[in-house]
């Protein structure tokens, strides 16, 4: 879905630089392309099993026909950047981001997150990646994209739009929480001692390394090495040195 509509505003923007254009037109893909085209290509590469693709290809054909009117203009797409967080003689921690899209509506700019799903609920003001992502633009407003693959709704109930706002108060609670955190992680990197968090264990239907961490310590780097491929980390930071 992400990929489908990355084109799609891509489309709409007539910018074709991404590293996601430049190999659909390698693929023979032209700035005219019908987006779910390319959804059926990257489908293809995912190995997603048919019925998916057609599912998620049909959601987004909706998407597009119920916003084909639409009163939100895009700016960006799939755009990155950083901003210092903070900073001291030993330490310089540096948030990195990329957003979906970023539009305006009048007076309003806001980033947009898009979230698929197969419930309604609505987002949460709490969520750290939406508070970040205020942060990191200098933005009060956040619009969260909702395309819901529920079979029994309408258009209008699937695809939903929630625009968070957030005071600048709570933009700076977030910014000093973090900071708090994120040096606690620094001094577990320096020490090399990362304290269990219990609680989590068993959120979102268990984390898949419990069965590692139910081993006795002695034995858990052994199945770590069998049973999970590590591949290489992603790192924002590496697209915007490409980009500059």
């Not at 290809?57 to 084909?68: G, L, S």
């Not at 970023?102 to 990646?129: L, W, Y």
């Not at 591949?231 to 924002?236: A, C, H, L, P, T």
């Amino acid at each position: 879905m992400h990929d489908m509509l990355e084109v799609h505003y891509s489309q709409q923007l007539q910018k074709f630089t991404s590293d996601r254009w430049i190999e659909l037109m390698k693929a023979g893909f032209t700035p005219k392309s019908d987006a779910a085209d390319a959804g059926f290509y990257f489908a293809a590469k995912m190995n997603l099993p048919t019925e998916i693709t057609e599912e998620v290809v049909y959601q987004f054909r909706e998407y597009r026909e119920y916003y084909k009117h639409d009163s939100w203009n895009p700016l960006a797409v799939e755009e990155v950047g950083s901003k210092l967080l903070f900073e001291n003689e030993d330490l310089k921690i540096i948030y990195n981001f990329k957003i979906d899209l970023i539009c305006e509506q009048g007076n309003v700019i806001a980033p947009f997150d898009h979230k698929t799903s197969s419930q309604t609920r609505e987002p949460s003001s709490m969520s750290n990646q939406f508070i970040a992502y205020c942060w990191g633009l200098g933005l009060n407003n956040i619009v969260i994209n909702k395309i819901g693959f529920q079979k029994t709704l309408t258009p209008a109930k699937r695809f939903m739009r929630y625009i968070l706002t957030l005071d600048n108060e709570r933009i700076r609670e977030w910014v000093n929480n973090s900071i708090w955190w994120l040096l606690q992680y620094d001094q577990h990197l320096l020490n090399n001692h990362f304290p269990m968090n219990l609680t989590s264990c068993d959120k979102y239907g268990a984390c898949i390394y419990r069965p590692v961490c139910e081993l006795n310590p002695l034995s858990r780097q052994a199945r770590l090495e069998r049973d999970f491929n590590p591949g290489e980390n992603w790192d924002v930071a590496k697209i915007l040195e490409a980009k500059e």
